[in-house]
């Protein structure tokens, strides 16, 4: 068994179902993907997702999982550029925190998917005339 049909109750599965969904609507706005950086958590760290990646013309920065391995995996280096996931990182974590602010978000009392994004709309709505105004 490998490492992404361990994952798969996780998200690691789904991002190669979205990768061809995310190359139509790059298509439809007349978008160009080749040479893309697509800067991943480590938990989409398997052979799967770097080729599903890779295969779409972009280029994946995903830390590679040590799995309790003492010493590295053998063979080539999976490409890595620590400075490009720590700025992804924080931009993401800043943005949760900003969402979290939201009690109504945070709690997700609405049992409609619709409901909850549209109060997710809002606050990010929100968010961006407090930053910008």
């Known amino acids: ?15 190669r179902d979205a990768l061809p969904r995310l190359s139509q609507i790059a298509r439809a706005i007349s978008m160009d993907l080749q040479g893309a950086i697509v800067s ?4 989409f760290d398997c ?5 599903a990646t890779f295969n779409r013309g972009m280029v994946p ?3 590679e999982k040590q799995r ?3 010493s590295s995996k053998r063979g080539r280096k ?4 620590r ?8 931009t993401t974590e800043r943005v949760l925190a900003w969402e979290d ?5 945070l709690l997700r009392f609405e049992r409609i998917s619709d409901v909850h994004y549209a109060f997710k709309t809002l606050a990010y709505m929100m968010i961006n005339l407090r930053h910008y105004c």
């Open 1 to 15: 068994m490998n490492a992404c049909s361990l994952a798969g109750r996780g998200d690691s599965p789904l991002l």
């Open 47 to 51: 052979r799967a997702n770097r080729k």
């Open 40 to 43: 991943l958590d480590g938990v």
């Open 83 to 90: 400075a490009i996931f720590e700025v992804r990182f924080r």
């Open 68 to 70: 309790g391995r003492k």
């Open 101 to 105: 602010k939201f009690r109504r978000l």
């Open 78 to 81: 999976r490409r890595f550029d």
């Open 61 to 63: 920065n995903i830390p």
